[in-house]
Structures are given as structure tokens and as C-alpha cells.
């Protein structure tokens, strides 16, 4: 086998597929996808539920069925795998070692690296939820990888805890299947999913969430028998009086989402404490030269059209990097999150790349608006350069603001920008 | 007399709140949304519909189930139904995207197919 490529690609999900494509696409000759599961596709395999596809093609694809999608487009391409590989390490020079049984310890050298490990989901550690330690406490998309790919039930009363897309997508799916979900509980006081999802997965079913509610206690020996849920405040404090037991034979878990960067870490990404993913430009490059990082391992999205969309940018720089010898990167200008932002993707830009091309600013809200706001990049002098008009702003959806190659002189002149979600 | 009844749009991933105003069955005016809105509501008011996902056991595949979904969007009243039926199909692999693994579910006319290639097991 080949050792030296233009582009490896660790992971291949929509991220991964997208940005091996595009790279193929920006002229890289030998790419290569890294995936450490026995098929293409990532997390999409056991996302069987519609929704996919709305924003990229006007179609309402399942998850598999938009993998497919570009499975085929990036085998059609000549794009090379490695499946059942583990990627065991990378360095700044883009030197890659791998592990698979059939090759056994593998040294590849790349041009270009593109991260594209996705994330993972937070436990019951992380939320240190109290209470003994039976089985039938499951992450969410673990229960979804069981029921959807493996083919097994994980109980038959449920309790889910958080509001998050894959929780309520579970609600769903396991009513389908003949089980019981008796409560979805929100610790926040609004809902941490889309709207969307609330109506088709919970609403329909007749399914109940109480939000500013949490679980407490976790109850059972050997087998989960149920669950302590209580009311919070504010601060997430317990209210008395508010306890109610809930009996169910399994809890699933969709508390939050992390980019996966133990990788990252090892070749010296700086990652952003916010998002928990790499600082990165407007290509989606890290802080080091030639490492990229494309999808969810940059910061969590809402939905795969978009991770698919930075995969195509991510793909498109590390293919520019990759055929040229010496990295030309120009002024970069910082965007910071202003007014009602969490955070803001990319962390600086190139105003360059906006001569010829659209550059999409996405962000969070850091708190909801139920009202018409105006999103806005102002420059260190507070004049607007770039502005758009939304319906409202909710922490659970994804604010996207497209630079647009009118504001390409503007933006030459500013030294760094900031960007504020205010009421209209 | 006509009501206004308020109905959140599933259609894209926005989640528009439509205020939907209608005399019985017939609509007068829906607000708050787009075109595509426009008809959600009508449907939703008359005939609500959903897409469908789930899945069917598969013999000799790389995995024992093959994901599958409704072809159309599926009368809400009868999924329950729809999904009891889909526990008792089975198919062998090979299967193929878009391969129809229960015709003409329920009598709707509407076709449930596999939505990824299932290889058979090495």
C-alpha cells in the first residue's frame, strides 16, 4: 500500500466524506479516508430518521440514505480507504499512525490532514448524577446504535433526561418499537433540540416534557427501578417539595454533545475552550499548518447539511495546502463573540477568500430571544459590515450569517470584528 | 365562525409557528410561515402526514436489521399500525437502497423501502 498522500482524512462521516470529495474535487490526487468502524458513513448509520437533506438538496432523505449519497460520490471520485483502522496518533509534521488487524501498525506521512472525528456524548459522570449504579443507564445514541443497527431493545419503560435532538428522535423511535417513554426532562427552560423535533417526536406520540426539571436519583440495584425527578431553579437548584418517582427500567442520557480531540490534542491543536473544538479559519485550519478539522469535531451542529457544507470548505483548503509548497496565508482578521453570543465559527478569516467567494459566520445564541433580532459584524469601530435579520434566537439553533464578496473592502480595513445578536 | 388555530411547522428545520385560520375544514388565511407552510398547514389540518423511519430484521446481513422508511409521507392516524406491521418483515440480504420490503402499506399505496445497500455478511 501507498504511505504518502496529498489529504488523509481521519473519520468518515458527513464531515469526512464531504471534505475527501471536495479535496478530490480541488485537485488532491491521492486522498485517503481513515475510519475506524467496518463501514463508511459515521454516526449517519444509525440515524434512520428523516430530516436529512432539506437545506443541501430540498429533500427529506433518512440518515443512511444521505450517506449513501456521498459513499458513492467519493468511492466514484477514486477517494482511498482504510476501514476498521484506528488512528492511533498524529504529529504537526502530518505523520499518522494507525492500527487495523489486517495490516497491523501502519506509518502514513500526509500533505494535508482533515479531523473529522465528530463528537462524542457527555455521560452520566459528566453530569454527576447522584444515586446507585445499576444497569439501564444509557447515553441516548447509544440506545440508538442498539435499536437501530444491532437490533436490540435496551427496556421497555424509559425516562429520557435532556431535550437534545437525539433524545426526542429516541422518544420517538422507541414508542415505535413498543416501549414506554414516561417523562422527557429539561433541566434548561427551554428546549435544547429544534422546534421541529419537539412536535414530530413528542407531541405526536403524546409524549410529556417538563422543562427546569431534572433527575435527582438514580434508584436499583442490580436493574434501574426508577428515577427520582425534581424541579430546579435558576441555578439548578433543587425546589422542595417538587419530587415525584418515576418507575422505568432504563434512563437515556442526551445531555450534550463534545467534539472528540484526544487526536487533535496529540499534534499540538489548540482547542477553544468554548466549543471544545480547534481554533480555526475560514478554511477550517487549526492553529497548526496543514491540520484541518471539518464537521462536528470543530463545534456541534444542528444539522448534517451543514457539517457537510464545512466539509467542502475544509476539503477545499486542505487540497490549496496540499499542492502548494509554501503556505501563503494572508492577514487574518479575529471575529469575537459580542452581545448574546456564545461563540462564533471561524475564529478569524482570511478577507481575501471573500473576492471570490461566500464565507458563512455561524454561531449560538447564548440566550433565547423569542423575537425578530438582528444579527451584525461590526468592525473595532462599531460600524456594521455585514447584517442579517432573523425570526428569533434559541441557544439550540444555529445562527448563520453569510459574508458576502460586497463586504470584501470593508473587511480588508478592520483589525478584528464582533458579532452581536440584539433585539430588532 | 372562523378559529385560528396555531400549528408549528415541521417542514424545514426554521419551526415556524403558523397561525392557521379556517372555517371547519376549509382554510381562510395561514400566517407566520412560506409557501411550503402554506401547504403543511392545509395537510395538517385535513390529513395530517409524517415520514416514517424504521426498521425490518434482514437474514445473512452485514447487520441483522436494514433501516427502511416510508417512500411518502404517511397518514398519522395509522402509524402505530404501520409499525406492528414493520416488526414482523423480514428480508435477506442483499438488500438494496430504495428496495421495497413491504408494498402498499396498509392499503395506502404507499411502498416502505430499505434506505442504504445491506451487503451480506462476510
Known amino acids: ?282 478554511r477550517f485550519m487549526t492553529s497548526v499548518p496543514g491540520i484541518f478539522a471539518a464537521g462536528n469535531v470543530v463545534h456541534v451542529y444542528d444539522l448534517v447539511d451543514w457539517v457537510t457544507e464545512a466539509g467542502y470548505v475544509t476539503g477545499k483548503g486542505a487540497a490549496e495546502f496540499a499542492k502548494s509548497k509554501k503556505v501563503k496565508a494572508g492577514e487574518q482578521v479575529p471575529l469575537k463573540a459580542g452581545e448574546n453570543v456564545h461563540y462564533i465559527i471561524p475564529h478569524k478569516l482570511d478577507p481575501g477568500h471573500l473576492e471570490e467567494e461566500i464565507v458563512r459566520l455561524q454561531m449560538r445564541a447564548l440566550t433565547p430571544i423569542e423575537e425578530r433580532v438582528r444579527v451584525t459584524v461590526e468592525d473595532e469601530d462599531g460600524d456594521v459590515i455585514a447584517k442579517a435579520n432573523e425570526p428569533y434566537a434559541r441557544p439550540g439553533e444555529i445562527l448563520t450569517l453569510a459574508l458576502k464578496p460586497k463586504a470584501h473592502e470593508d473587511l480588508c480595513k478592520a483589525s478584528s470584528l464582533t458579532v452581536h445578536i440584539r433585539k430588532r | 365562525m372562523a378559529e385560528v388555530d396555531e400549528i408549528i411547522c415541521v417542514v424545514c428545520p426554521k419551526g415556524c409557528t403558523l397561525k392557521v385560520k379556517h372555517e371547519g375544514d376549509e382554510i381562510i388565511d395561514v400566517q407566520g410561515g412560506c409557501k411550503r407552510g402554506e401547504r403543511y398547514a392545509a395537510s395538517e389540518l385535513l390529513d395530517p402526514r409524517r415520514m416514517v423511519a424504521s426498521t425490518v430484521r434482514v437474514k445473512d446481513g452485514l447487520h441483522p436489521l436494514v433501516p427502511v422508511y416510508t417512500r411518502k409521507a404517511f397518514p398519522k392516524p395509522l402509524i402505530p399500525q404501520l409499525a406492528k406491521k414493520l416488526r414482523e418483515v423480514e428480508v435477506t440480504a442483499p438488500v438494496k437502497i430504495n428496495q421495497v420490503v413491504l408494498e402498499d402499506a396498509l392499503g395506502t399505496g404507499i411502498d416502505i423501502i430499505a434506505s442504504r445497500n445491506m451487503p451480506q455478511a462476510e
Open chain 1, 1 to 282: 500500500m501507498k504511505h504518502n498522500y496529498d489529504v488523509i482524512v481521519i473519520g468518515s462521516g458527513p464531515g469526512g466524506l464531504a471534505a475527501a470529495i471536495s479535496a478530490k474535487e480541488n485537485g488532491a490526487e491521492d486522498v485517503l479516508i481513515i475510519e475506524r468502524d467496518v463501514e463508511l458513513g459515521g454516526i449517519l448509520v444509525q440515524c434512520i430518521h428523516n430530516g436529512f437533506g432539506l437545506e443541501l438538496f430540498d429533500e427529506d432523505m433518512p440518515g443512511p440514505t444521505y450517506a449513501q449519497h456521498f459513499i458513492e460520490k467519493a468511492e466514484g471520485l477514486g477517494v482511498e480507504t482504510l476501514m476498521d483502522t484506528m488512528v492511533l496518533d498524529i504529529t504537526p509534521d502530518r505523520k499518522v499512525y494507525a492500527i487495523n488487524r489486517y495490516q497491523g501498525y501502519i506509518q502514513l506521512a500526509a500533505r494535508s490532514i482533515v479531523l473529522a472525528m465528530g463528537c462524542r456524548e457527555r455521560t452520566r459522570a459528566q453530569i454527576m448524577l447522584p444515586g446507585s449504579r445499576p444497569a439501564g443507564v444509557y447515553t441516548a445514541g447509544t440506545a440508538q446504535r442498539f435499536v437501530n443497527v444491532e437490533g436490540h431493545m435496551p427496556g421497555e419503560q424509559f425516562v429520557i433526561l435532556g431535550s437534545g435532538d437525539i433524545g426526542m428522535i429516541m422518544a420517538r423511535r422507541l414508542t415505535i418499537e413498543g416501549a414506554q417513554v414516561a417523562r422527557v426532562l429539561e433541566i434548561m427552560p427551554y428546549l435544547t433540540g429544534l422546534t421541529r423535533n419537539y412536535v414530530q417526536c413528542l407531541l405526536d406520540y403524546g409524549i410529556t416534557l417538563q422543562k427546569q426539571r431534572t433527575v435527582n436519583r438514580i434508584i436499583g440495584k442490580d436493574r434501574l427501578e426508577a428515577v427520582e425527578a425534581v424541579s430546579v431553579d435558576e441555578k439548578w437548584n433543587p425546589i422542595a417539595g417538587t419530587k415525584e418517582i418515576i418507575p422505568c427500567d432504563t434512563l437515556l442520557l442526551s445531555v450534550g454533545l463534545i467534539p472528540e480531540n484526544e487526536l487533535s490534542k496529540k499534534a499540538g491543536v489548540l482547542l477553544d475552550p468554548v466549543t471544545n473544538g480547534p481554533f480555526v479559519d475560514d
